[in-house]
């Protein structure tokens, strides 16, 4: 079966989606991730859902998203999916993602220089990517699951962004730093197993690879192309001990905090500064 048998529009983002009031109805990419990041982490994000704010990084990545999103659907319909159409749908995103997300901007000047450094990030991307304008997705923005109930787990559920022609799994990142090879891949591991496992259940097939596209933030925008190798044996066993690892640190309420370089940029340092421990592991007294 071909994945592109499986879509005819694109379905929620339910992997961005913490929402689910049972912690264990599912697992996705980005609750893999961030459990393994620090529990405590995913203990107020999942379990006490404290509500965060949308910094402008991250508004610009969601904004990124969607263009990105609306350029791969115009090809797969054979529409037009020019840099000047993609241009009034920023636009227009921009607009809405503002309205959706509350935004509070310091300033007009901060809002205008950040929708310029998100444009300028994507008009870059339009011009140098490396897939062909004419070539046409196997499948956008697709919901896929994949039962894991024999080995005593949930279900696997991801919405995977693009799929290239030849089973190529694609995926798009923008970051303020220019990752290395060995970065992308390590930090990107859990996130394109999923996906790679995902692939396989839908279509029966192997992935073709894995392409990394990280859209840099820096002065001059850069593009930065990572491709992988189809998921290994090996890699495929760590996804499941990480699986395995997650569910039963849940079932124990083991909701430790993992203090690190990413508590810099953590929505819930204040939360985790005043976490005393006890008997729960994840109330605050």
Same mark, same amino acid.
């Given at each position: 079966?071909?994945?592109? *048998?499986?879509?005819?529009?694109p379905?929620?983002?339910?992997?961005?989606?913490?929402?689910?009031?049972d912690?264990?109805?599912?697992?996705?990419?980005? %609750?893999?991730?961030?459990?393994?990041?620090?529990?405590?982490?995913?203990?107020?994000r999942?379990?006490?859902q404290?509500?965060?704010?949308?910094?402008p990084?991250?508004?610009?990545g969601?904004?990124?998203?969607?263009?990105?999103?609306?350029?791969?659907?115009?090809?797969?319909?054979q529409?037009?999916?020019?840099?000047?159409?993609?241009?009034?749908v920023f636009?227009?995103?921009?607009?809405e993602?503002?309205q959706?997300?509350?935004m509070? /901007?310091e300033?007009?000047?901060?809002?205008?220089?950040?929708? @310029?450094?998100? /444009?300028?990030?994507?008009?870059?991307?339009l011009?140098?990517?490396?897939?062909?304008?004419?070539e046409k997705?196997?499948?956008?923005?697709?919901?896929?699951? %994949?039962?894991?109930? @024999?080995?005593?787990?949930?279900p696997?559920?991801?919405?995977?962004?693009?799929?290239?022609q030849?089973?190529?799994?694609v995926?798009?990142?923008?970051t303020a %730093?220019?990752?290395?090879?060995?970065?992308?891949?390590?930090? *990107?591991?859990?996130?394109?197993s999923c996906? #790679?496992?995902?692939y396989?259940?839908?279509?029966g *097939?192997q992935?073709?690879?894995v392409?990394?596209?990280?859209?840099?933030?820096?002065?001059a925008?850069?593009?930065?192309?990572?491709?992988?190798?189809?998921?290994?044996?090996?890699q495929?066993? %760590?996804?499941?001990?990480?699986m395995?690892?997650? @569910?039963?640190?849940i079932?124990?309420?083991?909701? @430790?905090?993992?203090p690190?370089?990413? #508590?810099?940029?953590?929505?819930?340092?204040k939360? #985790?500064?005043?976490?005393?421990?006890?008997?729960n592991?994840?109330?605050?007294?």
């Amino acid at each position: 079966m071909s994945i592109s *048998n499986i879509i005819s529009m694109p379905l929620p983002a339910v992997e961005r989606d913490s929402s689910s009031a049972d912690p264990l109805k599912y697992i996705s990419a980005s %609750r893999l991730k961030c459990f393994h990041t620090c529990r405590l982490q995913w203990f107020f994000r999942y379990i006490k859902q404290i509500p965060t704010t949308t910094s402008p990084a991250l508004f610009i990545g969601q904004i990124v998203h969607r263009v990105l999103q609306a350029w791969n659907l115009a090809r797969w319909r054979q529409e037009d999916a020019s840099i000047e159409q993609m241009e009034q749908v920023f636009s227009a995103s921009w607009v809405e993602g503002c309205q959706e997300e509350d935004m509070i /901007w310091e300033s007009p000047d901060q809002e205008s220089g950040e929708r @310029v450094k998100a /444009w300028s990030i994507l008009e870059h991307y339009l011009n140098n990517s490396p897939i062909p304008l004419d070539e046409k997705p196997e499948a956008v923005e697709v919901t896929v699951e %994949r039962d894991f109930m @024999v080995a005593g787990l949930p279900p696997l559920v991801g919405v995977i962004d693009l799929v290239r022609q030849g089973g190529c799994i694609v995926d798009f990142k923008t970051t303020a %730093r220019t990752p290395t090879p060995l970065q992308a891949k390590h930090l *990107n591991e859990i996130q394109m197993s999923c996906y #790679c496992v995902l692939y396989r259940e839908a279509t029966g *097939n192997q992935e073709g690879g894995v392409e990394l596209h990280h859209l840099v933030k820096t002065k001059a925008p850069k593009l930065v192309v990572t491709p992988l190798d189809p998921m290994s044996p090996g890699q495929a066993r %760590r996804l499941m001990a990480q699986m395995e690892s997650y @569910v039963q640190g849940i079932e124990a309420e083991d909701f @430790v905090p993992s203090p690190g370089q990413h #508590c810099s940029w953590c929505d819930y340092f204040k939360e #985790c500064r005043a976490w005393k421990g006890g008997v729960n592991h994840g109330q605050q007294s």
